[in-house]
């Protein structure tokens, strides 16, 4: 069966209905109301839970939690007095509410069909997208070969001076390619 | 450095997108208005390239690293609200497609990283050129690092002073832990990055591409 999600107008209510839940996530502090708000996310997302939990675990939690934890501590050692511990509870939950419903939504929508009926927009995300893929392999070719180029572990400057002539090969190629993609994408009518 | 969905309330994003929402449209329409067609490949490429410069990631002694911004080069290439719809739409690719930031404080974000320090940075450059360029171009993207993560610092800053339970991390502790590393490593890189990709860029004598 095809997911529901390919419909353009079943995308666009998801990215909508996303906007709307994170912005309301995001004004909670209560952590009896985010627990709630969790356990309705999870059941709400479960398809595919596994994978979206991995996801928000490694890119927000060891942010915010690690930044609570450091932060609780810093101030229990300056003002002598332990702080309250909940709004830090709070704030990592919140973090991780919000990372984890915006992986999961990411994981439905289409946000190609989603922009469908804005074509200058679509244009823009391909070419955007086209680009970033192909100047991240460029970048991590130039960085592997700064990297076999050295007997030692590159240093700040190295990684600087290598940027800097990196960036001026990604913009010369970038701007000549992203124009053939623009060109091409304008012919099918876009 | 910018700051992640779920540290600012509401109460500052909310003012924040209804600050960056007409600059955007300004924008949008100065520099990239009717004649889209040809501008969209650039700000394309433009976008794409600032993406991958913040994901140069430069080591910092204690075993962290920080990364590049690259939104000076483009504020002095063309202009700083240039700089302002490109970081905004890295931003929003980041919170879209790859899961980093967040939607909820891309105007705080696009505000703090795309306008506030390529402006600073700008008007730094425009300042001392007479005097001598590569110090003017090094002295604009050091000052705009800096202004960028002092704009970051203070909005979680706010944020605490409006709402400490939101926000229970002050001021006192947001602003050494975002600009010592800004002031001691990533302005001074930011700083070389531009210098050397400016005067490689007019090595190369590409088309379009002068500070003058």
């Not at chain 1, 511990?85 to 994981?107: G, K, M, N, Q, S």
């Not at chain 1, 439905?108 to 989603?114: E, K, W």
């Not at chain 2, 002050?170 to 990709?197: D, H, K």
Request: include cysteine.
């Amino acid at each position: 069966m095809a997911s529901p999600w390919t419909d353009p107008r079943a995308s666009r209510a998801l990215v909508v209905g996303w906007l709307a839940a994170v912005f309301a996530i995001s004004a909670l502090t209560d952590l009896h109301a985010l627990a709630a708000v969790a356990a309705v996310a999870l059941l709400v997302f479960r398809r595919g839970l596994g994978r979206s939990l991995r996801r928000a675990a490694r890119s927000v939690v060891p942010l915010s939690a690690g930044l609570s934890a450091i932060s609780w501590a810093f101030l229990w050692a300056v003002r002598g007095a332990r702080p309250d511990v909940e709004p830090f509870v709070a704030l990592t939950l919140r973090t991780t509410i919000i990372a984890f419903v915006t992986f999961a939504v990411l994981d439905r929508a289409n946000l190609f069909r989603a922009f469908e009926p804005w074509p200058t927009a679509t244009r823009l995300l391909v070419l955007t997208l086209a680009q970033i893929h192909a100047l991240r392999l460029l970048a991590t070719d130039s960085l592997q070969g700064l990297r076999s180029r050295l007997l030692r572990k590159p240093r700040a400057r190295d990684v600087v001076r290598s940027a800097g002539g990196v960036t001026a090969a990604m913009f010369t190629l970038s701007a000549r390619n992203a124009r053939e993609i623009s060109e091409a994408m304008r012919s099918r009518g876009f | 450095m910018h700051v992640p969905d779920g540290f600012l309330s509401p109460q500052i994003t909310v003012p924040a997108y209804a600050v960056s929402a007409p600059l955007w449209a300004w924008a949008a329409r100065r520099h990239f208005g009717r004649a889209s067609a040809e501008s969209l490949p650039v700000i394309g490429s433009l976008t794409a390239l600032a993406f991958v410069v913040q994901t140069i990631m430069i080591p910092v002694p204690g075993g962290t690293s920080t990364h590049l911004v690259g939104m000076t080069l483009l504020a002095l290439l063309y202009h700083p609200l240039v700089a302002f719809v490109c970081e905004s739409l890295v931003l929003l690719v980041q919170a879209l497609f790859f899961g980093a930031g967040g939607i909820t404080v891309l105007g705080v974000n696009a505000l703090a990283m795309g306008l506030l320090g390529p402006l600073a940075g700008w008007l730094v450059w425009k300042a001392l050129r007479r005097l001598n360029e590569k110090v003017a171009v090094f002295a604009a993207a050091y000052v705009s690092m800096q202004v960028a993560t002092l704009a970051v610092a203070g909005a979680l800053g706010l944020q605490h002073a409006l709402s400490a339970r939101y926000f229970p991390v002050p001021l006192a502790v947001v602003l050494p832990a975002t600009m010592i590393p800004s002031l001691t490593a990533a302005g001074l890189a930011e700083g070389a990055f531009t210098l050397f990709t400016l005067s490689l860029l007019r090595k190369a004598n590409l088309r379009g591409v002068s500070l003058d």
